[in-house]
């Protein structure tokens, strides 16, 4: 039985908590790497659609330290965007006319500036996302009115959910995160949000607990949204199933369970080439909490950077520079491509 840890590797200086191991591990692929897969496709060089959706990562810190995380974030990890970073981004979206901003970590709610960047982002009329793992809110005092301000600023929530049962979300995120999810949730509930006459979206998302896919995306939201609602009265508008990436401490779960080559061999025979077109790094930029660029955040926490030719920093934002890039591919990326595909808003496709 894998241990349960209460630091990220990071902390630990666990070797997978360097990118240059991770990255080997993942080039070590025997089968068809991804990016000769898109080449047999003719989609290569991959290139992106636009830039409809800013994704903020405002830190790696965490009140959680969960055993799938691919940000390897949790309570000891520092690494914070700073206000004079967050206005860079404000400075870069007003040049712009993106119109969607996605806020994440982390939990993003634990850095200091985060009210002040939500309501900066609210004055411009930006549709906010917030990634929420629900159990923040409940974490400290100063974070138990958090409902009442994401609704004063119509945010959209994004809350991470592993599973309607007790025993696999605290298998997966701790002991004692599922009540305190159904407590966060509930409170969410009482603003508004996920009720049907409400415009307060309510989103969960679902990741499987193990060295496996998910579900059909229709089929789990109807049983979560069953399971919810008859045994806690809980009401949602949409539930999104994301494929683990083998990255991080989800890469680390592999390897130590002697799971790596037969997850990655699941992803590959699951490519599904009409999922390429509808992968998030088509349509978004990840802003790490640095100012630096990323196509994904996937990406991101491998500090893949952007391709040489297009801007690397939010300082030099240029989205005319940014729409022109190559997008930069690894084997990490079949993740995306498996079954119905997975992006940071559920599959891409209809199975």
Request: proline share 3%.
């Given at each position: 039985m894998l241990k349960e840890r209460k630091i990220s590797l990071q902390g630990q200086d666990?070797?997978?908590?360097?990118?240059?191991?991770?990255?080997?591990?993942?080039?070590?692929?025997?089968?068809t790497s991804f990016s000769d897969q898109l080449e047999v496709l003719g989609k290569s060089p991959f290139k992106p659609s636009g830039i409809d959706i800013f994704q903020v990562n405002l830190g790696k810190m965490c009140n959680?330290?969960?055993?799938?995380?691919?940000?390897?974030?949790?309570?000891?990890?520092?690494?914070?965007?700073?206000?004079?970073?967050?206005?860079?981004c404000l400075d870069a979206l007003d040049r712009s006319d993106i119109s969607t901003v996605d806020l994440t970590g982390g939990a993003p709610e634990m850095n200091p500036d985060f009210r002040w960047f939500v309501e900066e982002l609210s004055k411009r009329g930006k549709h906010i996302m917030v990634r929420c793992n629900l159990t923040i809110i409940l974490a400290n005092k100063k974070y138990n009115d958090l409902p009442e301000f994401f609704k004063n600023h119509k945010v959209e929530v994004i809350s991470s959910l592993p599973h309607f049962s007790a025993r696999r979300t605290n298998a997966q995120r701790g002991d004692g995160v599922f009540e305190k999810s159904i407590e966060a949730l509930k409170m969410l509930n009482a603003v508004g949000y996920g009720q049907p006459s409400?415009?307060?979206k309510l989103i969960l998302v679902y990741n499987p607990s193990g060295a496996f896919l998910p579900a059909d995306q229709g089929g789990l939201e109807?049983?979560?949204?069953?399971?919810?609602?008859?045994?806690?009265?809980?009401?949602?508008?949409?539930?999104?199933?994301?494929?683990?990436?083998?990255?991080?401490r989800f890469l680390d779960y592999l390897v130590a369970s002697e799971n790596y080559e037969d997850y990655?061999?699941?992803?590959?025979?699951?490519?599904?080439?009409?999922?390429?077109?509808?992968?998030?790094?088509?349509?978004?930029?990840?802003?790490?909490?640095?100012?630096f660029l990323y196509d994904c955040d996937f990406n991101q926490m491998l500090d893949l950077k952007l391709n040489g030719t297009a801007p690397n920093h939010i300082r030099d934002f240029d989205v005319d520079l940014l729409t022109k890039r190559e997008i930069i591919l690894n084997n990490h990326c079949y993740g995306c491509t498996a079954g119905a595909g997975s992006s940071c808003g559920g599959s891409v496709v209809s199975e």
């Open positions: 666990h070797q997978l908590s360097h990118t240059d191991k991770q990255i080997a591990i993942l080039e070590e692929l025997e089968q959680q330290v969960c055993k799938h995380c691919h940000v390897d974030a949790g309570p000891d990890r520092k690494e914070i965007m700073t206000r004079d970073t967050m206005q860079l409400s415009n307060l109807a049983e979560f949204k069953r399971k919810l609602k008859d045994e806690y009265d809980i009401d949602f508008n949409e539930l999104y199933a994301i494929t683990n990436l083998p990255i991080s990655m061999q699941k992803l590959i025979d699951a490519f599904n080439p009409a999922a390429v077109d509808g992968v998030m790094c088509r349509n978004t930029i990840s802003i790490g909490w640095d100012g």
